[in-house]
Each structure stands twice: as C-alpha cells, then as structure tokens.
Nanobody, 123 residues
Framework: QVQLVESGGGLVQPGGSLLLSCEASGSIFSINTMGWYRQAPGEQRELVATKTRDDNTNYADSVKGRFTISRDFAKNTVYLHMNSLKPEDTAIYYC?????????????????WGQGTQVTVSS
C-alpha cells in the first residue's frame, strides 16, 4: 500500500512563514509529479505548486514569488516553503503524487492524496 503523510500546518500571522512536508511511503516503484493543492471553505480544490521528476516546477499565480516547492527524491518527500503568508492562503493543503506502485510484480500508476493539513493565516 502507498500512503502520503503530511505535516507542518498550523496557525500563523500574516507575513509569517510555514513549511509543509509530505512523505510517500509503501510499495513504491517510482514517483512522477509531486505537488500541493489547497481547498478553502466553500471553494474548489486548486493547484498550488507541482514539481516533476525532471525538476520542472509549476506555481499558481497567486503564490509565485512567495511559495517554493522542493523535493528530496531519496526520501520520497515534497516540501512547500510558504513565505509572506496572507489571510487568503488559509485553506486545507493536500499533498498529491503520481506514483507507480509495485504489488508483487504488478505495477500500477495512479494518483494519491494525503489527508490534508490545515493552514490558517490570521492575526
């Protein structure tokens, strides 16, 4: 089985910083893209940032210049460094990864999601 476990959310004041982490574990053969999405109350889930296996990155316009995504390929971990946080960044942040699992020789490629971590930006 494959799992994504996130950590690092919390309450921060406007202008502050947070670091989110997400580690993939289990019967992993390979990982393609890893990334972060978020969902605010009453809103649809939206892309925040993604990073491919080839190190290509993609950011939502709303976070460019403030957030940085990075990966530790050896640890199957993706990070989201969030700086200059604004109240409108408040949301549940979800980790996503496209993973090929190895199940006793059967390899299956699919998307996985973490359980989500709450980020609240408020004074």
């Amino acid at each position: 089985q494959v799992q994504l476990v996130e950590s690092g959310g919390g309450l921060v004041q406007p202008g502050g910083s947070l670091l989110l982490s997400c580690e993939a574990s289990g019967s992993i053969f390979s990982i393609n893209t890893m990334g972060w999405y978020r969902q605010a109350p009453g809103e649809q889930r939206e892309l925040v940032a993604t990073k491919t296996r080839d190190d290509n990155t993609n950011y939502a316009d709303s976070v460019k210049g403030r957030f940085t995504i990075s990966r530790d390929f050896a640890k199957n971990t993706v990070y989201l460094h969030m700086n200059s946080l604004k109240p409108e960044d408040t949301a549940i942040y979800y980790c996503n990864a496209e993973i090929m699992s190895d199940n006793g020789g059967w390899r299956i490629l699919r998307d996985y999601w973490g359980q989500g971590t709450q980020v609240t930006v408020s004074s």
